[in-house]
């Protein structure tokens, strides 16, 4: 039997950043591990996620989760296995889905981890396409946007973990033409493989001119992952009764000055539109109703999802911070 170690690395925050955040807001250090009490189990985390909305989580300010503590670890989804147990439930050799990444092992009560199949699945796909991505993706379009058969879809941020997802679930639940936005060629062309019916690359052409190209008939929804010049053009270009589920606001993440609204909002008035922004974890009636069908949908090929991958806990400040400029395609990952 394995010897269960009694010091484990971490990333604390160090100070909080001022705009993009540097390598000077994180810090690795070495800490005590306890050993688990009754109903507690010790975990070795495998892989962790880094998501967009930590970054907001940074910031001293009041939201919809705590923000992260100054010297204190950082948290977020990750995967592991269960290497010392006092608990019935869940046993040595399980791998089970939590909320505390950011560090190599843990010891958590066993009633806050997930007993995941990883030989239904590779564990990562708990943290992406079967898990919060996947989710957030069929939660924005059915909860928020009220998708119908027939409509049209545009994706801002398309070729991220939520903007892949969102794409082919659009079309499997019925949408007649699906088109995003992204920030390379190569971007592009996954977007095509993966079912998008048309894209445009933002850096190359205006939102608007891009837009109008790939979906010269108007939208009906539209799912914002960015933000600013993005719900801008997309509001001009919903059409009658159009649906915005605002879900993210990437381009504003790091801004240091209070981002201007879109200029054209009084659309929204003649047009009839919905905008309704929404956090993931306040429809969880949805997640079993989700992940039925998203096996399904893994099964037959209808949804499937990039993952980029970078190693070594100390490797993943650096992962978190090219996330936000969107060096990533699909889900970012870290593996430990």
């Not at 998008?196 to 929804?221: H, M, Q, W």
Request: with cysteine; glycine share 12%; hydrophobic share 40%.
């Amino acid at each position: 039997m394995t010897q269960a170690p009694t010091t484990t690395r971490q990333i604390v925050l160090a100070s909080r950043p001022h705009g993009a955040p540097t390598a000077e807001n994180f810090r690795l250090e070495e800490v005590d591990l306890p050993e688990p009490d009754e109903g507690q189990v010790l975990v070795r985390n495998s892989i962790m996620s880094v998501d967009p909305y930590m970054r907001g989580r940074m910031n001293d300010v009041k939201s919809y989760v705590p923000p992260f503590q100054v010297d204190a670890p950082l948290d977020g989804g990750a995967v592991g296995e269960v290497i010392a147990s006092r608990s019935a439930d869940v046993p040595v050799g399980a791998h089970v889905l939590h909320g505390l990444g950011w560090r190599e092992h843990l010891v958590v009560s066993a009633a806050k981890v997930t007993v995941i199949d990883t030989d239904a699945a590779p564990a990562s796909r708990y943290l992406g396409l079967l898990g919060m991505t996947g989710l957030t993706a069929y939660v924005g379009l059915t909860a928020i946007a009220q998708l119908r058969e027939g409509d049209t879809v545009f994706v801002s941020g398309a070729a991220g973990a939520v903007g892949q997802s969102v794409g082919q679930i659009a079309k499997a639940l019925g949408a007649a033409r699906v088109v995003g936005s992204a920030g390379s060629p190569a971007k592009i062309e996954r977007l095509l493989e993966l079912g998008y019916d048309a894209a445009f690359n933002y850096k190359e052409t205006s939102v608007r001119d891009g837009l109008r190209e790939v979906a010269p008939d108007g939208i009906d929804v539209y799912f914002d992952n960015v933000g600013g010049d993005h719900l801008e053009a997309a509001i001009g270009h919903l059409n009658k009764f159009g649906r915005v589920a605002m879900c993210g606001a990437i381009s504003q993440y790091n801004a240091t000055e209070p981002a201007p609204g879109p200029r054209n909002l009084f659309q929204a008035i003649g047009k009839g539109l919905t905008l309704r922004g929404f956090i993931v974890g306040q429809y969880p009636e949805l997640a079993e109703e989700y992940r039925a069908k998203a096996s399904g949908w893994l099964a037959d090929g209808q949804l499937v999802g990039d993952e980029t991958f970078r190693d070594g806990l100390e490797g993943a400040p650096q992962a978190f911070m090219d996330l936000l400029e969107g060096a990533n395609t699909g889900k970012m990952l870290v593996r430990l």
